[in-house]
């Protein structure tokens, strides 16, 4: 049984290199404001995820699954407005520096947080910049008014990697299978193309 406080609480389980995060971002962020609900953003390692829940990599996913994937890509890109690169220069990247980043950003606040991961996301998938470089995440940092060679500093520390496992290992706790995917008291609600149900679930408008 949830926690009444999980209840106006939503745990973000995320990755900050998923272009369906990129994609619902912004939008969970404004349905969090217009409920009142804490925005938690945990940032997950999927492998470690997959490895239990039966997923797979994209690129050890069949074909055809693949070509689907580019096909909702750009209709969910033309729906939304958002113009990502369906191929963007620096992915697959590897998203550990970017995680450790999150999470080592906790001090500034949960809206620094937030920030910063939308980004790194923004980075990725609409500026294709690498997310795996450290100048890149530094800047990035700056932008979003952080320290960002304090940030790197506090994002190569074990208890960076730390909280990460501990996001990944809470993600596999709570059945969580994909990214993004928002959980509120007992219900899970995977993908940003969910957010609908999200705010429904929260008594509000979901634009």
């Known amino acids: ?17 998923s272009p369906w995060t990129h994609f619902g971002h912004a939008r969970i ?9 804490a925005l938690l953003p945990k940032p997950v390692d999927f492998g470690r995820v997959f490895a239990v829940s039966g997923g797979l990599p994209l690129g050890q996913r069949a074909p055809q699954r693949q070509a689907y994937r580019l096909q909702e890509l750009a209709r969910w890109r ?96 709570r059945q969580v299978f994909g990214a993004p995917t928002y959980v509120i008291g007992d219900q899970l609600f995977w993908g940003q193309d969910r957010l609908d149900f999200v705010a429904r679930h929260l008594g509000v408008s979901a634009d």
């Open 78 to 173: 033309s729906f939304l407005g958002i113009p990502i690169h369906i191929h963007p220069q620096f992915f697959p990247a590897d998203a550990t520096l970017a995680m450790r980043a999150i999470v080592a950003a906790a001090p500034a606040g949960t809206a620094a947080q937030l920030d910063l991961a939308g980004a790194l996301l923004k980075g990725c998938w609409e500026e294709q910049r690498n997310v795996a470089d450290p100048a890149t995440v530094a800047a990035l940092a700056e932008a979003c008014g952080l320290d960002g060679a304090a940030l790197l500093q506090a994002a190569a520390a074990p208890d960076a990697q730390a909280a990460c496992d501990t996001c990944t290992q809470e993600a596999i706790d």
């Open 1 to 17: 049984m949830a926690d009444a406080s999980d209840t106006c609480t939503i745990y973000y389980f995320l990755t900050p290199v």
């Open 29 to 37: 962020r404004r349905i969090a404001e217009r409920a009142g609900a």
